[in-house]
């Protein structure tokens, strides 16, 4: 344990053992953490950052202390798998000390960065302590464009420079894009650069508002029709939603619990500040670990679970299911509750429901016409891809 020439395993070889182990009760397998608030980029979009020299910010983080405080306790509950965040991760330099101390602890480590601050030194320290895997955000193919949506002369380059940095040390990486009305035109020029670092590339065309309340970067996002156009656009979209529209039933999924996704069940989020919570979007309620144990915390929010809906909403009855991404995160941050429905959320839900009917439709009409035809043979339908986490 500890030791960075150990063989890396990934999530998904270790976590179905353990979920399957469970059978079906509470347990904290892995969760993630904001390093800090604070990014040296200032993107259009972006629901979480604040500046990069701001003393108000730094001064709610965490200590080095503290965040390894929250790590023992965290393995001690049989937390194992952690993921790194923020804001931008690297901004804080006691970086190299946190990312070490979690290693050392065993956990299992991924990391998201925009990867403008990996130089030389960030590199080989995450090519000794190897991360699980490590994402990076491209918000362009080109400089202008990367450039207008970063506001930050000089960033493209540097971002360049971190994907290399990172591809020469043999670190496990992937690509990804948040889609905005500035850098949509751009989202196959950022594929095939993924393709020609051969690397994985996701891009997402979904927004969210502003932790802090403000609303101006809603100004980018693309309308539902366009975020559910890019479902059916790509490939590699479509192939990964075969599955889940297949098992597709129209249900009415949210009449009883305000809770009806994973959240909390086997992950959890801690912010900057130590607060723990459901997930990351769903910020209340949230445990202060630095007055508590994390153990405390878990189980205090488990109850939250079990909360019942009290709002007589659409959401009760609709059928959409789980093709709506409709969840407590949603309605925090535009109502200020945990149950009124956001509208723009469910348009797009709605839009995957029709495409869902047409899908299925296409394919009975399809199977008529084969006839005898081996369903291996069949050819599925196009699909479409959930909406990705914020990162």
Same mark, same amino acid.
């Given at each position: 344990?500890?030791?960075?020439?150990?063989?890396?395993?990934?999530?998904?070889?270790?976590?179905?053992?353990?979920?399957?182990? =469970?059978?079906?009760?509470?347990?904290?397998?892995?969760?993630?953490?904001?390093?800090?608030?604070?990014?040296?980029?200032?993107?259009?979009?972006?629901?979480?950052?604040?500046?990069?020299?701001?003393?108000?910010?730094?001064?709610?983080?965490?200590?080095?202390?503290?965040?390894?405080?929250?790590?023992?306790?965290?393995?001690?509950?049989?937390?194992?798998?952690?993921?790194?965040?923020?804001?931008?991760?690297?901004?804080?330099?006691?970086?190299?000390?946190?990312?070490?101390?979690?290693?050392?602890?065993?956990?299992?480590?991924? =990391?998201?960065?925009?990867?403008?601050?990996?130089?030389?030194?960030?590199?080989?320290?995450?090519?000794?302590?190897?991360?699980?895997?490590?994402?990076?955000?491209?918000?362009?193919?080109?400089?202008?464009?990367?450039?207008?949506?970063?506001?930050?002369? /000089?960033?493209?380059?540097?971002?360049?420079?971190?994907?290399?940095?990172?591809?020469?040390?043999?670190?496990?990486?992937?690509?990804?894009?948040?889609?905005?009305?500035?850098?949509? %035109?751009?989202?196959?020029?950022?594929?095939?650069?993924?393709? /020609?670092?051969?690397?994985?590339?996701?891009?997402?065309?979904?927004?969210? $508002?502003?932790?802090?309340? /403000?609303?101006?970067?809603?100004?980018?996002?693309?309308?539902?029709?366009?975020?559910?156009?890019?479902?059916?656009?790509? $490939?590699?979209?479509?192939?990964?939603?075969?599955?889940?529209? !297949?098992?597709?039933? $129209?249900?009415?999924?949210?009449?009883?619990?305000?809770?009806?996704?994973?959240?909390?069940?086997?992950?959890?989020?801690?912010? %900057?500040?130590?607060?723990?919570?459901?997930?990351?979007?769903?910020?209340?309620?949230?445990?202060?670990?630095?007055?508590?144990?994390?153990?405390?915390?878990?189980?205090?929010?488990?109850?939250?679970?079990?909360?019942?809906?009290?709002?007589?909403?659409?959401?009760?009855?609709?059928?959409?299911?789980?093709?709506?991404?409709?969840?407590?995160?949603?309605?925090?941050?535009?109502?200020?509750?945990?149950?009124?429905?956001?509208?723009?959320?469910?348009?797009?839900?709605? !839009?995957?429901?029709?495409?869902?009917?047409?899908?299925?439709?296409?394919?009975?009409?399809?199977?008529?016409?084969? /006839?005898?035809? $081996?369903?291996?043979?069949?050819?599925?339908?196009?699909?479409?891809?959930?909406?990705?986490?914020?990162?």
């Amino acid at each position: 344990m500890g030791c960075p020439g150990s063989p890396e395993l990934t999530l998904g070889e270790v976590g179905e053992h353990l979920v399957a182990q =469970l059978a079906g009760r509470r347990f904290p397998l892995g969760g993630s953490i904001d390093l800090t608030q604070r990014c040296n980029l200032t993107c259009l979009m972006c629901y979480i950052n604040q500046p990069a020299g701001s003393r108000a910010a730094r001064a709610q983080e965490l200590s080095t202390a503290q965040f390894a405080a929250i790590l023992d306790q965290l393995v001690a509950a049989g937390v194992f798998s952690m993921l790194y965040t923020g804001g931008e991760p690297l901004l804080r330099p006691d970086f190299a000390d946190l990312w070490r101390y979690g290693k050392r602890q065993g956990l299992l480590l991924s =990391l998201f960065t925009n990867g403008t601050l990996l130089t030389e030194r960030e590199a080989d320290l995450l090519a000794e302590w190897r991360p699980t895997s490590m994402e990076i955000t491209l918000y362009g193919a080109t400089r202008e464009t990367y450039e207008r949506v970063t506001r930050t002369p /000089g960033a493209y380059d540097r971002c360049m420079r971190g994907i290399e940095l990172a591809l020469a040390r043999g670190l496990r990486l992937n690509l990804k894009s948040v889609l905005v009305r500035a850098n949509r %035109h751009e989202v196959d020029a950022m594929r095939a650069m993924a393709a /020609g670092w051969g690397v994985d590339y996701r891009f997402d065309g979904v927004l969210w $508002p502003r932790l802090d309340g /403000g609303a101006s970067e809603l100004t980018q996002r693309l309308t539902p029709t366009e975020v559910v156009s890019l479902d059916q656009e790509y $490939p590699e979209r479509q192939a990964e939603y075969d599955e889940r529209l !297949l098992g597709y039933r $129209p249900s009415a999924v949210r009449n009883e619990y305000v809770y009806t996704c994973g959240a909390g069940h086997r992950s959890f989020h801690i912010d %900057h500040a130590g607060l723990l919570s459901l997930c990351m979007m769903a910020r209340r309620p949230a445990y202060d670990l630095t007055r508590g144990s994390f153990q405390e915390g878990w189980d205090e929010l488990g109850v939250v679970l079990r909360k019942r809906r009290t709002l007589d909403s659409r959401c009760v009855t609709c059928t959409v299911g789980s093709l709506c991404t409709q969840c407590p995160g949603w309605s925090q941050l535009v109502h200020g509750d945990d149950e009124t429905p956001v509208d723009y959320v469910c348009e797009m839900g709605r !839009l995957r429901a029709e495409n869902a009917r047409a899908s299925v439709e296409d394919r009975r009409s399809a199977g008529q016409a084969a /006839g005898s035809e $081996p369903a291996a043979q069949k050819q599925p339908a196009a699909q479409m891809q959930p909406a990705a986490g914020a990162e």
